[in-house]
């Protein structure tokens, strides 16, 4: 799911590394305040636009670069937002926060291997970093190494346990192996302690949806909904519970939505919409 909490990314870079000779100015913060709302309304040119100028007026602080490599891996610009990354790892070598945000964009370029390399510097310079383990655990499940990420998932959790994302992460390998009371121990877990991020409901909902708990999985995506509103794929499973469900009303209205946010259906699901709900004839 595109998920403006892939802005995760954006709300953590504008605050990491910000050290008392990085600190911005007024007029700097000015021009990043204006880029956040221009991206939050999805208007990239404007945020791209409005953080070069905080860059420019901070002489580079940090918060900004970060700011706008956000913006630009939000928006499939990998390769500038790495190009931001990478300016921020040579200038502080030693900070472990900027290794594995950079691996972020590696994994959206594909580059699975140099994301766990970052990850893995990250860890070198912060044994303790728990968010470093994560992500690593996310690069090595995309590669399909399971185990390696449940390793990474479970240290995360020793150093911190009050951390939500690993629990995510495990639920979704538990899933894929077929155990399913762990998977929604660990689903639960993550929304106990994070309850305002749309993609612990989003996984758990696809569960309920492949055990044919339809009301739950229906909740779930609302709930990813009320968060997200532009959560694109979440209107596109709801839509397909509300068919089985026969509520075609509803999944027309959710198709409807999706389409408006630029989704492309599957025709062989709408076909059968239009048959079941009769707006074939």
Not at 9 to 16: I, R
Not at 80 to 95: F, G
Not at 103 to 108: H, P, S, T
Request: include cysteine.
């Amino acid at each position: 799911m595109r998920l403006k909490s892939s802005a995760v990314v954006l709300v953590m870079v504008f605050f990491f590394g910000c050290s008392a000779v990085d600190r911005p100015g007024r007029d700097a913060e000015a021009y990043a305040k204006r880029a956040r709302i221009y991206f939050e309304n999805d208007d990239y040119e404007q945020a791209i636009a409005y953080y070069d100028k905080a860059v420019e007026l901070s002489g580079g602080a940090s918060l900004y670069v970060l700011g706008r490599a956000g913006v630009y891996l939000y928006f499939g610009r990998y390769d500038a937002a790495l190009a931001d990354y990478s300016s921020l790892v040579e200038r502080y070598p030693n900070r472990a926060n900027f290794y594995h945000i950079r691996a972020l964009a590696y994994r959206k370029k594909g580059e699975y291997d140099k994301a766990i390399a970052d990850c893995t510097k990250a860890i070198e310079l912060e044994p303790k970093n728990a968010t470093a383990y994560n992500r690593r655990g996310v690069m090595y499940a995309d590669k399909g190494d399971d185990d390696l990420a449940m390793a990474d998932y479970d240290r995360a959790l020793d150093l911190d346990r009050g951390y939500a994302a690993p629990y995510t992460n495990r639920g979704i390998i538990y899933w894929k192996r077929g155990q399913q009371e762990p998977a929604f121990w660990n689903y639960n877990r993550a929304i106990q302690l994070d309850s305002k991020n749309p993609e612990n409901y989003y996984n758990r909902g696809i569960a309920y949806s492949d055990i044919k708990e339809y009301d739950r999985g229906i909740s779930d995506f609302t709930k990813t909904l009320e968060i997200l509103p532009k959560g694109t794929l979440a209107y596109v499973r709801r839509a397909h519970l509300y068919f089985a469900k026969t509520e075609y009303d509803k999944a027309w209205s959710d198709v409807d939505k999706a389409q408006q946010l630029g989704v492309k259906f599957d025709e062989t699901f709408l076909a059968d919409l239009r048959k079941a709900s009769g707006r074939d004839k």
